[in-house]
């Protein structure tokens, strides 16, 4: 029984942090934008994983690729007098685990939709609602400036999901992130600072009828960005996040979760649109967890 909640206790990392985990670590997502304006883009995302897991479980050589296209949409408007935005994520990904369960060779394969991702935030400070030439010439002289923003992120259960499968792409619940972010521009220097909190609700459909709960997990994201000129830019990025124990049918796992993470990511302009790669990176500070590495390419535009 030990030895059988064990080997459950490692799927369940896998399930609990989104698969091909990867911390969030996208900069300028309160930067100031020009108001009723559409933006639309495209990534590319491949991730390898070295899983980590108790040395009792008779799993060995645990690794994981994952290959991720993504779609977003940001639609900016005007919300009680400041600028606001809303963006929509969606994922298709294709991933692999391969093995040594008992010395003998193991693989799972997945395919298919991940969560959908809702996110709703406003600049509380700075960053006035602005559109076309006023806008233009706000930025134009914002040399120093400050902006202060609040968010809520929401997580849908839109995923692939198979209650009698212990790897799941979807989490079959839902997740609540508000978000905090401070953002100081000087210059041709840009310091952004983010703390969130995730919230779930209760997967009551989980392996073989269980019900899988989890704690909240606190993150804080900072990025430190330089421009060499409108729209071209690079940013370097830490991440850290801890928490987010679990329980099946209310017994603790001892699972709590710590991740340190950091990216790379440089951005150029090409019409009116914006091309970008990134490296990002995490290590797990735990017994047991993921440690990522992660190339994307992206491409967005707007009108």
């Not at 959908?116 to 559109?131: D, F, Q, S, V």
């Not at 972010?181 to 392996?207: C, I, P, S």
């Not at 001892?254 to 993470?261: A, F, K, S």
């Amino acid at each position: 029984m030990l030895k059988l909640k064990l080997i459950v206790l490692f799927f369940i990392s896998l399930l609990v942090m989104p698969l091909g985990y990867a911390m969030e670590l996208a900069p300028l997502r309160w930067s100031h934008l020009p108001v009723g304006v559409n933006f639309a883009g495209v990534a590319y995302a491949y991730t390898e994983a070295d899983v980590l897991i108790d040395p009792v479980v008779r799993l060995e050589n645990v690794e994981m690729e994952l290959q991720t296209l993504v779609g977003k949409y940001i639609r900016t408007f005007e919300l009680f007098d400041k600028s606001a935005r809303i963006d929509i994520k969606t994922a298709y990904q294709k991933g692999t685990w391969t093995g040594l369960l008992n010395g003998t060779p193991a693989i799972a394969h997945r395919e298919g939709l991940n969560d959908a991702k809702l996110r709703l935030a406003i600049n509380l400070y700075g960053a006035p609602p602005l559109e076309g030439k006023e806008f233009a010439f706000y930025r134009a002289n914002a040399d120093i400036e400050t902006i202060v923003g609040v968010a809520l992120v929401a997580s849908l259960p839109t995923g692939e999901y198979m209650d009698d499968k212990l790897i799941n792409l979807g989490e079959n619940r839902f997740s609540f992130s508000p978000q905090f972010g401070v953002t100081h521009k000087r210059g041709k220097w840009t310091m952004e600072l983010t703390g969130q909190v995730a919230l779930y609700t209760e997967n009551d459909d989980f392996y073989n009828g269980k019900t899988i709960d989890q704690e909240p997990l606190y993150f804080v994201h900072g990025h430190l960005i330089h421009t060499f000129k409108p729209g071209v830019w690079t940013g370097l990025s830490l991440g850290y996040d801890y928490g987010g124990e679990s329980t099946i049918d209310g017994i603790d796992n001892d699972d709590r979760r710590q991740n340190i993470g950091w990216a790379l990511r440089f951005t150029y302009p090409i019409d009116r649109y914006a091309l970008s790669v990134a490296y990002i990176g995490t290590r797990t500070q735990e017994e047991f967890g993921l440690n990522t590495n992660t190339l994307t390419t992206s491409l967005a535009f707007h009108w």
